[in-house]
T-cell receptor
Framework: DSGVTQTPKHLITATGQRVTLRCSPR?????VYWYQQSLDQGLQFLIH???????AKGNILERFSAQQFPDLHSELNLSSLELGDSALYFC??????????????FGPGTRLTVL | KNEVEQSPQNLTAQEGEFITINCSYS?????LHWLQQHPGGGIVSLFM???GKKKHGRLIATINIQEKHSSLHITASHPRDSAVYIC???????????FGTGTSLTVIP
């Protein structure tokens, strides 16, 4: 158990809908990272937050948005869902700002299925 | 264009064999990570390297910055090592991560 929690574990929804994925980092960790893992694209980095501020952005679609709240939990909002958004969504946390010495601890993931 | 290439894609080994997984990347990086993903889907960070070599139990990771290449070695492999091993690199500026496609390892008793 990494100490990172993600809810829900599974989510099944329809095209065009909007969903929110939630991540609680390990106690004391200030950074949260979001990743998408799909069968055809593999793992992709979406976005990184540190202490409420966006630090880096990867291949995150405009239909997706994220934020980190004052209590450090983070939410990833996916809207106008398409079939291709079906994937495993992981969050990870680390104690620091993303320096070389930071180890990331991964949550168990949320499996999103868009029908 | 894939910034990170891993080989082999699939690997089957007998228990006890020495295993090597390779990762090559195309541009200068600030750090390279090796991740392990078990069949259940959970991901564990094994190593983070910016230079040299790191060892943890039966796992050894090396990186050659000049050649833009890293290797993950598993000594005395065991069936519980069966997993997908993923190489990830972090580029500066921007702090983006790029992932290899993974190496699926099966260790047979």
């Amino acid at each position: 158990d990494s100490g990172v929690t993600q809810t829900p574990k599974h989510l099944i929804t329809a095209t065009g809908q909007r969903v929110t994925l939630r991540c609680s980092p390990r106690s004391g960790d200030l950074s949260v990272y979001w990743y998408q893992q799909s069968l055809d694209q593999g793992l992709q980095f979406l976005i990184h937050y540190y202490n409420g501020e966006e630090r880096a952005k990867g291949n995150i679609l405009e239909r997706f948005s994220a934020q980190q709240f004052p209590d450090l939990h983070s939410e990833l909002n996916l809207s106008s869902l398409e079939l291709g958004d079906s994937a495993l969504y992981f969050c990870a946390s680390s104690v620091g700002i993303g320096a070389i010495t930071d180890t990331q601890y991964f949550g168990p993931g949320t499996r999103l299925t868009v029908l | 264009k894939n910034e990170v290439e891993q080989s082999p894609q699939n690997l089957t080994a007998q228990e006890g064999e020495f295993i090597t997984i390779n990762c090559s990347y195309s541009v200068g990086i600030s750090a390279l990570h090796w991740l392990q993903q078990h069949p259940g889907g959970g991901i564990v960070s094994l190593f983070m390297l910016s230079s040299g070599k790191k060892k943890h139990g039966r796992l050894i990771a090396t990186i050659n910055i000049q050649e833009k290449h890293s290797s993950l070695h598993i000594t005395a492999s065991h069936p519980r090592d069966s997993a997908v091993y993923i190489c990830a690199v972090r580029f500066q500026p921007g702090n983006q991560f790029y992932f290899g496609t993974g190496t699926s390892l099966t260790v047979i008793p």
